[in-house]
DNA sequence: ACACATATGCTACACATGTAACACGAGTCA
DNA sequence: TGACTCGTGTTACATGTGTAGCATATGTGT
């Protein structure tokens, strides 16, 4: 599983709020914030797609992009890489330290919790 | 200050037990372990100190390397970065998170806290 | 003086990512 | 039907990073 970047992270983040949307919509809620051209935000959704990091449908005739995981797994995969590699953190992981995100409800935190201590396969 | 990358962090946490080191020392100890060559490992520490991430001096006639920052200061940026684009954490973080990492002794885990709950200006 | 090991300078190439333009087809409106 | 807009396919180019080779200088032992 490929770990998104900054940029595809940025617009996960969005889509997790609301899906499905369009390249416009995901456009004009990202654009302004991350200051890019419509091109590059459609360019990077092509490439998510490409990863399996969206999905994509037709609605009304219009390509729309979901995310492919849920917000507390692709957080908890990317939370277990960085302790792993940056402070060689393995196994069951300090979860309470993430309680005061605000990307996280209280359910999605205590789903990202279970996630981040339990064994270590997570393919599902 | 532009963050190590993963290859570069694992070079940082050879040097920050043991420094400075000539590109063949750095290599005996990273080279095993992330399969490089020694080139590999040339090329990375040559960027690394384009980067100022290392400093290089000439003992006995040989390069050696030293990092630039401390320990607790490089993962300090490394950390806060992470919480606040990941998570959306600014400010003060939760430090305790921290204390079980293998990568820091007590001190330098003191430092960490300091570091990341001081007011947000860190270049000195 | 020569051979060999080692250190260093320089170059190379692939892939990921940031960032974007151009061209074309389909719908819409005058 | 011609001009426009919008969605999409395709291509492009720079920079960072992973990964490495080649050539050359320099020290060292015989």
Not at 57 to 69: A, E, L, Q, S
Request: net charge negative; glycine share 4%; proline share 5%.
């Amino acid at each position: 599983m490929t770990q998104p970047s900054k940029s595809e992270l940025a617009i996960l983040k969005i889509l997790w709020i609301e899906a499905p949307l369009s390249a416009r919509e995901i456009q004009e809620k990202v654009g302004p914030q991350l200051d890019w051209s419509f091109s590059t935000t459609r360019t990077t959704l092509s490439r998510m797609a490409d990863k399996s990091l969206l999905r994509t449908d037709t609605k009304h005739g219009v390509r729309v992009y979901t995310p492919v995981d849920s917000k507390a797994h692709t957080l908890s995969g990317v939370v277990r890489e960085f302790f792993r590699t940056v402070l060689e953190m393995q196994g069951p992981l300090p979860t309470a330290a993430f309680h005061d995100s605000k990307m996280l409800s209280e359910d999605e935190w205590m789903e990202l919790d279970r996630l981040l201590n339990e064994s270590d396969d997570d393919d599902a």
